[in-house]
T-cell receptor, first 112, second 113 residues
Framework: DAKTTQPPSMDCAEGRAANLPCNHS???????VYWYRQIHSQGPQYIIH???NNETNEMASLIITEDRKSSTLILPHATLRDTAVYYC?????????????FGTGTSLTVIP | GAGVSQSPRYKVTKRGQDVALRCDPI?????LYWYRQALGQGPEFLTY????????KSGLPNDRFSAERPEGSISTLTIQRTEQRDSAMYRC???????????FGPGTRLTVL
């Protein structure tokens, strides 16, 4: 199972883009990159996922490097409600499991 | 539609007692997962079901922990002879099929005195 490395904390000014990096240098070819966030003690909230190509949805964009060893989650216009812990996860998919291995994530603070 | 629900939301128990935590997945979701989350940490995988079959229980810390999903819908995580170190947030997630995105419930905060 591939592990991920994220900075423990980041700040971002309200209205600016928040770029959250993640390293996953041991990722294998069939492992997806997932991003979740957790606000206070709420359950983790799904944001986006991808395999090789860049992805965009209504919440964020995911940029995956060509070698797939790192990725960046982009929140295009951060708001105060985006303050949360963001988890980058490499999903380990086996013939018996669909396991998510969470790390300690990046605590993003959006500053007014 | 309704998301994943868990009950109770808070449980306080005395050391040595048994507790049962319930998870009601999103309707129609085949796969159900249990995680445990300590303060300041990300969720840690415990076990996982496809329908009623427990596919992987490698994350259960010891034999005091068990889980079941007898009818392929609601699941119960049982902790026998609770210890203080079992205090944590217990989270449940479900996915439509086994390789799909997981959606998490609000969790049950367990405190063992």
């Amino acid at each position: 199972d591939a592990k991920t490395t994220q900075p423990p904390s980041m700040d971002c000014a309200e209205g600016r883009a928040a770029n959250l990096p993640c390293n996953h240098s041991t990722i294998s070819g069939n492992e997806y990159v997932y991003w979740y966030r957790q606000i206070h003690s709420q359950g983790p909230q799904y944001i986006i996922h991808g395999l090789k190509n860049n992805e965009t949805n209504e919440m964020a964009s995911l940029i995956i490097t060509e070698d797939r060893k790192s990725s960046t989650l982009i929140l295009p216009h951060a708001t105060l409600r985006d303050t949360a812990v963001y988890y980058c996860i490499v999903r380990y998919l086996s013939n018996t499991g669909n396991q998510f291995y969470f790390g300690t994530g990046t605590s993003l603070t959006v500053i007014p | 539609g309704a998301g994943v629900s868990q009950s109770p939301r808070y449980k306080v128990t005395k050391r040595g007692q048994d507790v049962a935590l319930r998870c009601d997945p999103i309707s129609g979701h085949v796969s159900l997962y249990w995680y445990r989350q300590a303060l300041g940490q990300g969720p840690e995988f415990l076990t996982y079901f496809n329908y009623e079959a427990q596919q992987d229980k490698s994350g259960l810390p010891n034999d005091r922990f068990s889980a079941e999903r007898p009818e392929g819908s609601i699941s119960t995580l049982t902790i026998q002879r609770t210890e203080q170190r079992d205090s944590a947030m217990y989270r449940c997630a479900s996915s439509l099929i086994w390789a799909d995105t997981q959606y998490f419930g609000p969790g049950t905060r367990l405190t063992v005195l």
